[in-house]
């Protein structure tokens, strides 16, 4: 299988975890992940880190197919998925983790330079903290300032809303 961006992001996201020693990530947590480094791209270059990479608004934040799809395309080649019981959260998970096969990046410099900028900042937070800090992007402020009555708007999210940080943004020109 070639590896897409997709792909090769989720690996990473998986690679800084076990370096940094924060352990399985759920789904959950690779999806709200994905979705800030976009955001965070969008802000800094103006542009998504993933092309055609959307979201949708969904009961627990944003939510992305193509997501699914590039987890379960890793799955057992790449990536380990096992059932653990999370008692913090009171439900059980899928922990996903990094399978000891050598991974080639086509990730450039740059592109690895702001993944570990952004995970910096995101990647040891808990699941309740990231979806806290998704609520708070500008698309789904936009989005669920549009609900009434508790209903969920399962729509698409716009990055339009996301401005760009013009003097962040010279500093990431590379990407």
């Excluded at 955001?39 to 979201?55: A, M, Q, V, W, Y």
């Excluded at 987890?71 to 008692?87: G, H």
Aim: zero cysteines; a neutral charge.
């Amino acid at each position: 299988m070639k590896l897409q961006k997709i792909h090769e992001t989720i690996l990473y996201i998986l690679l800084m975890a076990k370096e940094n020693g924060t352990g399985d990530l759920s789904k959950f947590q690779i999806v709200k992940l994905l979705y800030l480094i976009q955001i965070e791209s969008l802000k800094f270059t103006g542009r998504p880190f993933i092309n055609n990479l959307s979201f949708f608004r969904e009961k627990n934040g944003p939510l992305s197919a193509d997501i699914y799809y590039a987890i379960n395309d890793l799955k057992d080649s790449y990536i380990s998925i096992t059932t653990v019981n999370n008692e913090a959260y009171g439900y059980s998970k899928e922990a996903h983790s990094l399978l000891n096969k050598k991974v080639s990046f086509t990730l450039t410099d740059s592109e690895i330079l702001f993944l570990r900028s952004v995970l910096s900042d995101y990647l040891t937070l808990t699941q309740a903290k990231l979806k806290d800090i998704t609520y708070k992007t500008e698309p789904m402020v936009e989005i669920t300032s549009k609900e009434t009555n508790g209903n969920i708007l399962r729509k698409m999210l716009d990055y339009g809303s996301v401005p760009l940080d013009k003097d962040v943004a010279e500093s990431f020109a590379g990407i």
